[in-house]
C-alpha cells in the first residue's frame, strides 16, 4: 500500500497527470474528426483504425516523457528527482529506458494493427471467426451429378483439400482415407468426428454438366453440428484448382487467428490439361481399390495421364508409388523385380522433384522407395522429414517414418511417429495394426486388445486384426481363443499359409493331434506330429532320413538334435547341435524373439567344457536384443530367453525369477519341463509348481479348443 500511495505522490509531484489529460483530449478530438472526414473522402474504416492504434500506442512513450519533464512557461525542462538539488542532464539509462519504451510501444502498435488488418481483411470476404479451431476432417464429398458417375472426381476433391490444409501451419487434418472409411460404416458426420477427435467437419458435394463444375462446401462445428460457413461455387471444370486453393485458404481464415493471403497456398498437384487431371483421379480411384489388378490398372491410368500431360509432376509421384507396391516382397501386390521397380519409381520421382520440388507427396514417397526397396533408412528419414516439414499432415509419411526409425534403432521417437500417423488416420488397417502390436510390446495388454477388437469392428473383412489378436492371445496363455482367431484369419485370408501355420500349431500345443492331421497334410508337420503322438522310434527314424538327405542342413541337424534333447539321447543331441553349427550363417544363428538355436548351440558346448564358444554365443545373444521399452516391457518370450540366459550362466535365482514371470503373463509351452537348458533349476520346488501350472492350464485350454471345434462342426 505504501508503495502505491509513493507512486501516486510522485505522479503528482512530477505533474504526469497534468500532460497525460490533454494528449487523451487530443486522442479524443482527432478520432471525432476521423469518425467525421472518413465517410465524406470515402476512405477506408481501416485507415481510421491504423491512426487509432498509432495514438494507443504512442500512449506509454508520452507517459514516460511526462515522468521525466515538466512544460513551463519558460519551457520543457527536466523534473528535478528532489527539490533540494539543481537537476541533472539525463544520462545513458535514461536514453536506453526511452529506446526500449518506444521499441515496446512499436511493437504493441505493430500487434494490434496486424489484428486488426487480419480482422478487417476476414470481414471484408465474410470470413469473420465464429470459432477457432485447431484440427479439422474432410468428409468425402458426395457426387450428384445426373449420371451420379462423378464419384472419382469428388474422392479426388477430398483428397485435394486435405492436402492443401495439411500445408497450413498449426492446423492438424486427419488423413482422407480414414473420411472414407468411416463414411463407409454410414457413420453420422458427429460420430465421425468423435472417431478421429477434430474439431471441425468440411462436407460438401459436387455437381457437373458438360464442363461447368459446381462445388458446394459446408464448415461444421463438431461440438454442436451448427453450419459455420457455407459457399456455393459455379465456374468451368478447368478452374478447379483455383476454387480448391480458395476453399482451403477461406477455411484455414476461418479457423485461425492469423489471414493467409490469397496466392500464398499453392496447390502443387496441378496441371493444365484437364483430362489429364481427371484420369488422374480415376488412378487415384483404383488405387484406393488396393488389390493386384486395381493397383496395375492405376499404373495404366497414371502413365496416360502423363502421356496427356508430361510436367504433371503429382502424376509422377503417383506412378512411382504404385510401382513401388508392384514390386516384389509387397504385400500380395508382387508382380515386378525389386530392383526394376526401385529403378522406374527412382526415375518418376526426380521428374516430379525437378517439376515441384516442394512436393511433400514426392518426398514422402520417397522416401518409402528408400526404405522398403533399398534399405536406406537414413536417406529415408531425411527425406520423410522434408515431406512433413512441407505437409504435416500428411499420415503416410509418419507411418513410413515410424519404419525407418524403428530400424535404426529409435524405439521411442518410432513410438511418437507410430502415434501421429495414427492420430491423423486412426480408421487405417496398417495403423490399427502397428499401433495394438507396439502396445502389447510395450506390456499395455489392455489397449492393446482393445486396438485389435477395434481393427475388426471396422474391417470385419481383413484377416489382419483377427491375426493380430489371436498372436496376443497366444502370448497371455490364452490358447484356445488365439485357435479360434488364427482360423477366422485363416478362412479370411486361405491364401495366407502363415496363419494356417499358426492355427496347425496351436492344435498341436493343445495336444489335438488328430485335428491337426485332418487340417493338413503338409510333411512339415510330420515330425511334430510323431513328438506329440510320442511315436519316439518313428521320430527318429524320419529324422535319420532327413539328416541322410540333407547331409548339409544346419536346421534340419539342428532339429534332430533338439528331438534327441527332448525325448531321446542328449550326448547325440549335442553332436547334432555341434555338427550344425559349422553351417549356419552367423546372422541364422539369433533369430528372435528367442535368440535361437545360438542357445541351444551355447549348452551344448557347455556341456562338451568348451566354455569359451559358450560364452561368445551367449554374448552375440545378448548384443543382439533390443532394449527394453521405455516402460520397461518384457514380453513372455523376452522373459523366457531371460530365465534360459539365467540358466547358462549359473544363476539359478535369477532363472526362477524370470521364469515365474513368463509363466504369469502366459507362457504354456508343453515341452517346458523338458527344456534341458533349464536342468539346474528343474527339480526344485518353485520350477515344479510352475511346470504344473502350465500343464494344469494347457489341459483347460484344450477342453476350451474342443468345445469350440465343436461348435463350429455342428455348424
Known sequence: MKV???????????????????????????????????????????????????????????????????????????????????????????????????????????????????????????????????????????????????QYLAAGVTEELTGLLGQVAGLQVASASAGFGLARQNLLPLDIARRLQVDTLLTGSVHTSGNRLRLRVELINAADGMTLWSESFSRELTDIFAIETEIARAIANLLQQRYIEAGSLTNLNNTADTDAYLMYLRGREQYRLQTTESIKEARRLFEQALALDPEYAMAYVALADTIILLAEGSASFGVLKADIAATLAEQHLAKALVRAPELAEAHAVRGFLLFYLQDNYDASLSALNKALNLNPSLASAHLWRFVALEQLGRSQDAWQALQQAHKLDPIAITHQYNLAFKLAERGDIDNAEQQYRQLIADFPDSPMGYAGLADLLTQIGELAASLDYWQQAYRLSPDNSNYQHNAIGLLLELGLVETAEQATDDPFWQATILLRRQQYEELFKLMAFQLAANPDDPWVAFEAGWYQLLVGDKAQGIELLLQAHQYFAAADLLSLPMCSPALEIAWAYQQRQQAEAATKLLQQCKDSLPPAGPNGYQDIYRRYLNARLAALQNKPELALTELSAAVNQGWRQWWTQHDPILAPITDSTEAKVLFSTIERDLKQQQAKAKAQLQTQSSN
Request: hydrophobic share 50%; with cysteine; proline share 6%.
Open 4 to 150: 502505491v500511495m509513493r507512486f501516486l505522490s510522485e505522479l503528482r509531484r512530477r505533474k504526469v497527470i497534468q500532460t497525460l489529460i490533454p494528449f487523451l483530449g487530443v486522442i479524443w478530438l482527432l478520432l471525432q474528426i476521423i469518425a467525421v472526414v472518413t465517410p465524406l473522402l470515402n476512405l477506408s474504416p481501416f485507415v481510421a483504425t491504423s491512426l487509432t492504434i498509432f495514438l494507443f500506442a504512442c500512449f506509454p512513450v508520452v507517459f514516460y516523457l511526462a515522468w521525466y519533464f515538466d512544460i513551463t512557461p519558460q519551457g520543457i525542462k527536466v523534473t528535478a528527482v528532489d527539490y533540494s538539488e539543481t537537476p541533472k542532464p539525463l544520462g545513458l539509462k535514461w536514453w536506453l529506458g526511452l529506446s526500449v519504451v518506444i521499441v515496446g510501444s512499436l511493437m504493441l502498435g505493430l500487434h494490434y494493427f496486424d489484428s486488426a488488418r487480419t480482422d478487417f481483411a476476414k470481414r471484408s470476404e465474410g470470413l469473420v471467426n465464429s470459432v477457432k479451431a485447431s484440427s479439422i476432417a474432410v468428409l468425402p464429398f458426395r457426387d450428384q451429378s445426373p449420371d451420379n458417375d462423378q
